[in-house]
């Protein structure tokens, strides 16, 4: 579903309550890149600047899946602000920037959803400063390495949405790899309804998945993830350091499952924010999955009116290429 279009007088209010002060909201600015929420850019009539999240159906582009609701899974889609609290919360107990919150509300009554509004870094993002110029993003890097060190360091009772697990409660299955590899099952039953390419590997896919789950050998340790940490996702701040935004999907889980992630999105980059002492076993099965993750998840969304549908189809044919160099020869 294409997102409406929100207009000032939409948010005029969600601004007064924010921001207020006297202040006159001037203009409203859809950012791009949001597939599950709203993401806006407030303007105050004094240029005072701020982010507002929007949590309402119009504004997710993806199909509804059978497990979308189910907080159990550590897979299911991150949406809503009860995710987003609850991961703000454990990033800001573990030191690591994340944008001040000037308000929440759950109220409807001055937007028809949930929404946030937080502090604008209206800059070039980590990726791009990257970029332009690798020298001057290196003490951010940094202290991106510092912060990612912090959650690694910190232990969980228990695998899961960190919403779920500090809420008291467990995920379905027992491990992070049974989880794992039903999450890439389901991902290679999608990709294979819409590629003949991976429909002819599928049994050959399936197999190696299954092979390399019974190698991880057990684990009952859980650490702090971001789920999908590109640097497209950390924005720095006016003292240059790095900013996490996108945190619904925060997981208690495997640091191997991150490390893949980062491996996947900095390239030739990665060496910079890599640590010894990882599972080679679980990358190679996370490694897999979040191929398999990449091609059917973004075919998905060619299935809707998503906007930058090339950009979408480059990144499925691209990880759909790599999942099945994967596969043994």
């Not at 005029?12 to 001037?26: I, P, Q, T």
């Amino acid at each position: 579903m294409a997102p409406r279009t929100v207009t000032r007088d939409d948010l005029a209010a969600v601004a007064g309550a924010a921001l207020g002060g006297g202040r006159r909201l001037e203009a409203v600015q859809r950012l791009a890149g949001g597939t599950s929420k709203g993401v806006y850019r407030l303007t105050m009539d004094d240029a005072t600047t701020a982010i507002v999240y929007l949590w309402e159906a119009s504004e997710n582009y993806w199909p509804a899946r059978e497990n979308d609701d189910d907080p159990a899974d550590p897979f299911a889609a991150g949406v809503g602000l009860d995710l987003f609290e609850a991961a703000y919360a454990r990033l800001d107990s573990l030191g690591l920037r994340v944008p001040e919150v000037y308000a929440i509300d759950r109220s409807r009554t001055r937007y028809p959803a949930d929404h946030v509004v937080l502090e604008d870094f209206p800059g070039e993002n980590l990726m791009d400063r990257l970029a332009r110029d690798p020298v001057a993003a290196e003490p951010t890097m940094a202290q991106l390495a510092e912060g990612l060190a912090a959650m690694r360091a910190h232990r969980a009772r228990a695998y899961g949405k960190v919403a779920v697990i500090d809420g008291g409660g467990a995920s379905h299955r027992p491990t992070c790899e049974q989880a794992a590899l039903d999450f890439a099952l389901r991902c290679l039953a999608e990709a294979a309804g819409r590629d003949r390419r991976i429909a002819d590997a599928r049994d050959r896919l399936e197999e190696r998945l299954r092979e390399l789950a019974a190698a991880v050998r057990p684990r009952s340790e859980y650490a702090v993830v971001h789920g999908e940490l590109g640097l497209d996702h950390v924005l720095v701040d006016r003292d240059g350091r790095p900013v996490l935004i996108d945190i619904e999907d925060l997981l208690y889980f495997d640091v191997e499952w991150e490390h893949v992630f980062l491996r996947i999105r900095l390239g030739r980059d990665y060496p910079r924010l890599a640590v010894d002492g990882l599972d080679e076993d679980r990358l190679a099965l996370y490694m897999l999955t979040q191929r398999l993750s990449l091609t059917a998840g973004p075919l998905r969304l060619l299935d809707t009116d998503f906007p930058d549908r090339a950009f979408m189809a480059h990144i499925a044919e691209h990880n759909l290429t790599e999942a099945l160099a994967l596969l043994p020869r």
